[in-house]
């Protein structure tokens, strides 16, 4: 199948309403654009011209030349005599940086004007993003213009996991010249996992042969699929060959694109150990997984044995060898050390090499890998879990986990990449839920991608050098098809584009909304799958001075929103929302977003308050709530809303202390009873405090004890759930209510995060 080498939409349509002054549709937005009156037509006239000492530059001008061609079948000539140029200039002089360009398109002629050939190639993307790209009898017009143009971030990164479900070269192709359109730069490629090793590695032809192929179980959702038996087939899966990994590899070079392979270890490493079971601690064959189910089997190499890094070392050989990267990725996540606990050979290693517990073996583990890949002038990259017990001398971090490991990493002077699973994991979901691919839970919107900002506060000026960039992630164990991945990436990938390359000031939502119809446009041409957009209305309670209000909010700056708060269905003839309205009494608000007279949602937004003494009143905490669960911000504790067995809203969450949150009724009221809620995740970490201590004042200085409760959930419960501590008064007067959830001392035994700090969700303070 032929692949696309160009994805854009463009300013033809303007020139057809005859406003063809107004700027161009180009995502990420230019630092610097002017527009001039007039366009430049781009037909068989023109020729493209360079130096002939230039020649490392010839890649990215057949690139332009095929798109052109594959656009309107035009054959732009090559350095020829013409009226009519299009010529390119290697300045080193020029005052931008190594990928930056500067394009001047005027009467007859075009320039691009770049330090290299980084700045050449984003040159012809921009260009291509003026000109309309499906074959069309239209002119191809480029508006006269100036652009100036730079990234903000060296790291421009989007990741696809492919070892979840296995993708075809055209795939892969056709993700990097997704990439390459909107000015990424790194490829993340996440090439084995637990089920599914990807890279063909001749010295070990067990790892695909055996590896790369598990039991179809696509009809079953990911968490439920039964294990492998004997026997049954093996027939689904795939692997790259040597020879197909070095075309992708050239394929993306010409685009600009460095492609970073990921060789998860220690941990993740099931599909191998199924090949090669002597690598685990137990030693015992295995089945390659199916999907979520892993009891009983064995997922870490075994850190004791030395025949593992033997392995490892003839494995990455091999990678490097194939891939030209500055940075090789190995992994370092979610590591369960429980069988490590228990391996004679990972104890012996502790023992012998002085270390405290398993944390500091995986640190050892991973120093010795990196020692290794730094002897071939390559380095480490790895998820932030490898800070722990200590971080390798020269190893970059990727950020997942919140920012909290890179903030730490950029503070030891370590390069970080920033990746928070909010907002930038892409298999999360960007709108509905309901009428949307299932996907594994969450819920990033355009928005919230357009909105991230790479740098936290928590950096000081001084230590932002070292916070390269920021990378989406896609993993597949909810993604079967190459449609599907399309869809998840786009137009997800055009907002982190915008965020990674423009200048803060030049970001605006409005805007980039405009120019993204077009993309959609050119998107609907090419028969690529992406989401329209979110339009589910964002119900969010706003507290001031003892009173609580709702604010209605969607993403579409075009569309209008409808509500009802008498439990009816709203529609076009509902209550149209102007501004935000009290809550006075118990009641559900719904409400529909609709754009041109049609109703986007296949279900209503909905809310549910419940009034009680406390709803809008003002909440402090002695600890701050985790910034990464913000849920409706400060007073969220008596907002009206009931947290739900999802913990990504309505809670907030305090990591490693005591939650102790203190609410001022305004003034003094007879109580009867006072409730908080938490919730308890075992797979997130999130446990119910030991106890709740309630206490009651006047003054908001002096309290009085009521009651302390203590927890009665057993903290094994894997399920998620919610228990409501609760106190009666016997209707006592006070005007401020204090409770304090005691933390537990760490994550229970048999936990794989056991004896480390637990999470505390609350989610309302109910006051009756």
């Known amino acids: ?100 360009y500067e394009l001047k398109v005027s009467d007859q002629h075009i320039q691009i004007t770049a330090k290299g050939y980084a700045g050449i190639i984003y040159g012809f993307q921009s260009l291509l993003q003026t000109i309309p790209q499906v074959r069309t009898n239209a002119k191809l ?22 070892s979840r479900h296995f993708f075809p070269p055209s795939l892969v192709k056709t993700y990097i010249d997704l990439m390459a359109a909107y000015k990424m730069n790194t490829f993340h490629w996440h090439l084995g996992d637990d089920q599914g090793w990807r890279i063909e590695i001749k010295k070990y032809p067990k790892l695909t042969s055996t590896g790369a192929w598990r039991v179809d179980q696509n009809a079953l ?3 439920t699929r039964p294990q492998a038996l004997p026997g049954e087939d093996p027939s689904y899966g795939g692997f790259y060959t040597q020879e197909q990994i070095k075309e992708i590899i050239a394929y993306a070079a010409i685009r600009n694109i460095t492609i970073v392979p990921e060789i998860e270890m220690p941990g993740h490493s099931a599909a191998a150990i199924s090949a090669y079971p002597e690598l685990s601690c137990s030693g015992k064959p295995q089945l390659p997984m199916t999907g979520g189910n892993y009891k009983d089997m064995s997922s870490n190499y075994c850190a004791g044995n030395d025949a593992v890094f033997h392995f490892m070392e003839d494995v990455l050989s091999e990678v490097i060898n194939l891939f030209p990267s500055k940075f090789i990725h190995i992994g370092g996540d979610e590591v369960d050390k429980t069988d490590w606990q228990k391996c004679a050979k990972c104890q012996a290693r502790i023992k ?42 020269d190893a970059a971090v990727m950020s997942w986990r919140g920012e909290k490991g890179g903030i730490e990493a950029a503070k030891m002077n370590h390069f970080v990449v920033m990746t928070p699973g909010n907002p930038c994991y892409f298999d999360h979901y960007q709108a509905g839920p309901e009428g949307e691919p299932l996907a594994i839970g969450g819920f990033n919107t355009l928005k919230k991608v357009y909105d991230y900002e790479p740098i936290p506060k928590e950096i000081n000026q ?83 001075n003892n009173q609580l209000s709702v604010e209605l909010l969607t993403e579409s700056p075009e569309a209008k929103i409808y509500y009802t708060t008498d439990g009816a269905v709203p529609n076009i003839s509902s209550n149209t929302y102007q501004q935000s309205f009290p809550i006075t009494s118990s009641l559900t608000v719904k409400a529909i977003t609709v754009l041109n007279g049609k109703i986007m949602n296949l279900k209503p937004a909905e809310q549910s308050f419940a009034t009680h003494l406390a709803m809008g009143a003002e909440v402090t905490y002695k600890t701050a709530y985790s910034k990464y669960y913000p849920a409706n911000g400060p007073n969220t504790l008596t907002d009206g809303i009931r947290g739900k067995l999802s913990h990504s809203q309505s ?18 009221k007879e109580i009867k009873s006072i409730t908080i809620g938490c919730l308890q995740n075992y797979n997130s970490w999130i446990f119910m405090p030991a106890s709740v201590q309630f206490e009651i004042s006047e003054d908001g200085q002096n309290f009085t004890l009521l009651s302390k409760v203590d927890n009665d959930i057993p903290l094994d419960l894997k399920a998620a759930t919610i228990k409501d501590f609760k106190v009666m008064t016997s209707g006592k007067q006070a005007r401020y209510i204090r409770a304090t959830a005691q933390k537990i001392e760490g994550c229970p035994k048999g936990h794989p995060g056991e004896g480390k700090p637990a999470w505390i969700f609350a989610d309302e303070i109910i006051v009756e």
């Open 462 to 544: 001084e230590k932002q050098q070292f916070v390269l960039g920021a990378q989406a992630n896609l993993w597949t164990e909810f993604i079967t098809t190459s449609g599907a991945v399309e869809y998840m990436v786009l137009p997800r990938m055009l907002a982190l584009a915008e965020v990674v390359w423009s200048p803060v000031e030049a970001k605006n939502w409005n805007d980039f909304n405009r120019r993204l119809k077009y993309h959609f446009n050119a998107f609907d041409q090419k028969g690529l799958h992406y989401s329209p957009g979110n339009f589910t209305v964002d119900i969010r309670p706003i507290s001031k």
């Open 221 to 223: 959702v990911w968490g």
């Open 352 to 393: 012998k090499e002085g270390l405290k517990n398993e944390d500091e073996l995986q640190s050892y583990f991973i120093k010795r890998i990196e020692k290794f890949i730094n002897s071939k002038n390559r380095k480490v990259i790895g998820w932030d879990e490898i800070l722990e017990g200590g971080l390798a001398p």
């Open 1 to 100: 199948m032929k692949t696309c080498v160009a994805f854009f939409i463009s300013f033809v349509m303007l020139q057809q309403l005859g406003i063809a002054q107004l700027k161009p549709s180009i995502i990420p937005q230019p630092v610097k654009l002017v527009m001039n009156k007039g366009s430049f037509q781009l037909d068989q006239g023109v020729s493209i011209k360079y130096q002939a000492s230039q020649l490392s530059l010839k890649p990215a001008v057949d690139y332009f030349i095929a798109s052109i061609n594959e656009i309107s079948g035009i054959k732009l000539s090559l350095n020829k005599p013409s009226n009519k140029t299009i010529e390119l200039k290697i300045d080193q002089n020029l005052k931008l940086n190594t990928e930056g």
């Open 651 to 668: 809670w907030h969450g305090i990591d490693n202390n005591d939650l102790t949150a203190t609410i001022d009724l305004g003034k003094s």
């Open 141 to 162: 017009e480029i508006p006269y213009m100036e652009i100036s143009d730079e990234p903000r971030f060296q790291w421009r990164g989007m990741h696809l996991d492919v």
